[in-house]
């Protein structure tokens, strides 16, 4: 065991084609609806486990059996890739009369997106549900592992668990998608971070600094460090990603690549951070995890919809990983 992932199981109800974006009270058609396995964290552990050997990653969740069936997509997909779910916490609907995490995205003909969620019974996830699994802790701490986070949790349960991580020495990955525009998250940002990802949304929300070019991803880089956080890898879409460490501070452009005429921000940052992960725990170098990730993210725009990366995509165009 390597990594460990917590967050929400959710179902996407994806919504492809739509011509724009509706007004209040404006009718607009799409093209396709599309269900499938979704949610941050989720995604992330699903995407891991195409990029590293089977058994190498678990997530740790909370779900329900609803019944209309939605919360079995997503726990199959990560049977498929032998994602370890024994610490998921699967309860009966007629005990909680809760959903499973529900996200209604809308997708428009160039790429973009919108989504809602619906946490629905992931907002029970507990710090009893982390403690619960203790075992995977132990595991990966034997192996000098990696906890990721995003927040599509509730926050008392996403800084229990940093702490736990760095309890048993594991470097925490977080990615703050989810968050809320007026959340106050400095005692997580001070619980002890590896690595954070933010995109340009959440630096705002994070640091109040917008970020337009490299001297403002600087300077927004430069307050989340001041938190303690050793590592920084803030993206900009099209325009690539700034990574901030304690002795660089460099521009990664996204790579020249097109395929095909599909368009999907959906996922984008979510493979992102599993290819960061799993190049990092071959042993690579943080520079050099970063650009595969960020190529990573790039041909998942290139693909409707939440379809993992695989290893062999990216080995033929970075050459490692």
Request: aromatic share 6%; glycine share 10%.
């Amino acid at each position: 065991m390597n990594t460990i992932v917590i967050g929400s199981l959710n179902t996407d109800l994806v919504a492809v084609g739509v011509k724009k974006f509706p007004k209040p009270g404006e009718h607009v058609y799409g093209r396709e609806l599309r269900i499938g396995a979704g949610g941050k964290s989720r995604n992330i552990a699903d995407m891991l486990a195409h990029l590293t050997p089977p058994g190498s990653v678990a997530m740790i969740g909370r779900t329900v059996k609803d019944p209309y069936g939605l919360w079995k997509a997503p726990l199959d997909a990560l049977s498929k890739v032998k994602v370890n779910t024994d610490y998921v916490n699967v309860l009966e609907y007629e005990k909680t009369q809760k959903l499973p995490g529900i996200a209604l995205i809308p997708v428009d003909e160039n790429g973009n997106n919108q989504i809602f969620v619906l946490p629905g019974i992931s907002d029970d996830f507990s710090t009893e549900d982390i403690d619960a699994a203790t075992p995977l802790f132990e595991a990966c701490s034997q192996n000098n592992g990696f906890l990721i986070t995003t927040l599509e949790c509730p926050l008392a349960t996403v800084k229990h668990t940093i702490a736990k991580a760095n309890e048993y020495g594991l470097k925490v990955i977080f990615d703050p998608g989810g968050i809320e525009d007026n959340a106050e998250l400095t005692d997580i940002l001070q619980a002890g971070i590896y690595l954070i990802k933010p995109n340009e949304h959440e630096t705002k929300v994070l640091t109040g600094i917008q970020i337009t070019n490299l001297a403002t991803a600087q300077e927004a880089a430069t307050k989340l460090h001041s938190f303690g956080i050793e590592n920084v890898l803030i993206t900009v879409g099209s325009q690539g990603a700034y990574l901030s460490t304690k002795e660089t501070f460099i521009h990664i452009v996204v790579p020249a690549i097109a395929l095909g005429t599909e368009r999907d921000e959906t996922g984008c940052g979510d493979q992102t951070i599993a290819a960061l992960c799993a190049t990092l725990q071959n042993g690579k170098p943080l520079q050099e995890a970063a650009n595969l990730a960020i190529l990573a993210g790039t041909l998942q725009f290139y693909r409707l919809g939440v379809q993992p990366v695989e290893k062999d995509e990216l080995l033929s165009r970075h050459g490692s990983l």
